[in-house]
């Protein structure tokens, strides 16, 4: 009589997770604002070039975390973000109040301390953090979709 051997579900890797997490984060920023660039209105559709998300916060040092999170993020069409009028390449005042004003417009005064101050210490992206913070992205995008 053969012995049935079962066979032990492999742990997905730490790198897998957080490219997952990233992965839904930014799908979630893009539904939560109907997939249009915050600044010229343009929907992903019509323009025929990709909208990505873009992180208030960079991803380094304390806001590490911010990474997963989808209030620091906000749908940029190419133009807007990587491109020769984008938040990369222009830091010129009047560009960024521009920038701060819409997200102001559309987030509500404050969205900018509100990230500044968000407190994860003591949080640490380890795989317990990210398969929960994977629960809970998939979790609003179902939720957003209905």
């Known amino acids: 009589m053969k012995k049935t051997v079962k066979k032990k579900a ?14 839904l984060q930014a799908e979630a920023v893009k ?5 249009k660039c915050l600044i010229c209105g343009e929907a992903y559709k019509s323009t025929g070039l990709a909208l990505h998300c873009h992180h208030w916060y960079k991803m380094k040092g304390q806001s590490l975390l911010l990474q997963f999170e989808i209030d620091n993020g906000v749908s940029l069409c190419f133009t807007h973000h990587v491109g020769f ?6 830091s010129s005042a009047e560009f ?12 509500g005064d ?13 949080v640490r992206v380890n795989r317990v953090y990210l398969e929960e913070k994977i629960i809970e992205l998939e979790g609003y995008i179902k939720n957003i979709e209905g």
């Open 110 to 122: 404050g969205m900018k301390e509100k990230l500044r101050d968000f407190d994860m210490s003591g």
């Open 96 to 107: 960024q109040n521009k920038y701060w004003d819409k997200i102001n417009d559309k987030f």
């Open 85 to 90: 009028q984008g938040v990369h390449r222009n």
């Open 31 to 35: 539904l939560r604002d109907n997939n």
């Open 10 to 23: 492999k742990k997905k890797s730490l790198k897998y997770l957080k490219n997952k997490a990233k992965a």
